[in-house]
């Protein structure tokens, strides 16, 4: 169980952003304190998309701050959060293999330059084997199921051993040997603190199955929604 006493690991204090005139985030207040694992809901245009790239200075904050630790989050406190972004926004094109993804995680300790050492490799290869990626390390990213793919963006971020891991994940989606299940198991073992944004309906029965600390929704469930639906939402709030 996390301590929710003393200072938050992340705190958003009346947060606003907007994409040019259109606001998206307006007044937007949430705490998160070391090992909680916070489910955040809700259906496409909710705004959970903008809340990660918010923290991630991705999308300017018009109003509010945004606090790591109680200190005004800069740019090198972005090295320590794990980002898995949608698959939809990534350039499946780019000649690039699963194994060269993965090893991205290492930037932050030595640039682009340097090769992985004998030590790196092997935390590579055990991500990749903890996330079922054995065999498929010289394979275009693209070759892989969606939800190995996302395996392999969850493997770059551990590899920078984040405080903080932001998921943008599409339940139905993860299936077969990457199952969302075992995404979250290997971030949680490696002691992140994880939010995990996920849509409404399949997320609903995985964040109870996997005990979330908080579930919030994004926006109220919309409509029709069954009783079953709405109690289970009652009961994880």
């Keep these: 169980a996390s301590d929710v006493t003393g200072v938050p690991l992340l705190e958003l ?12 985030l307006e007044n937007v207040s949430l705490k998160i304190w070391p090992g909680q694992f916070v489910a955040v809901v809700g259906p496409n245009g909710g705004g959970k998309t903008t809340l990660l ?12 701050d945004i606090l790591m630790r109680g200190e005004k989050l800069r740019e090198s406190s972005l090295e320590r959060i794990g980002y898995v972004p949608q698959l939809e926004t990534i350039d499946w094109n780019f000649p690039i293999t699963v194994e060269e993804v993965i090893s991205m995680g290492f930037y932050n300790d030595h640039g682009w330059f340097r090769g992985p050492s004998l030590k790196e490799k092997e935390k590579l290869q055990d991500v990749m084997a903890r996330l079922h990626l054995d065999g498929f390390g010289n394979r275009h990213i693209r070759e892989l199921s969606g939800g ?11 590899l920078g051993d984040p405080k903080l891991i932001l998921l943008d994940l599409n339940m139905p989606r993860m ?17 992140a603190q994880i939010i995990c944004l996920k849509e409404l309906f399949n997320s609903l029965y995985f964040c109870k199955s ?4 908080r579930f919030d929704l994004a926006e109220p469930i919309p409509g029709p929604t069954t009783d079953a639906m709405q109690k289970l939402a009652r009961e994880l709030e």
């Design 148 to 158: 190995q793919q996302e395996a392999v963006f969850l493997g770059r971020a551990l």
């Design 210 to 213: 996997q005990q979330c600390d």
């Design 53 to 64: 790239r918010s923290i991630l200075k991705m999308v300017p904050v018009t109003q509010g």
């Design 175 to 191: 299936s077969g040997a990457a199952r969302a299940e075992d995404l979250v198991r290997t971030a949680a073992g490696k002691g």
């Design 13 to 24: 204090s009346a947060v606003s952003a907007n994409y040019g005139a259109t606001p998206v």
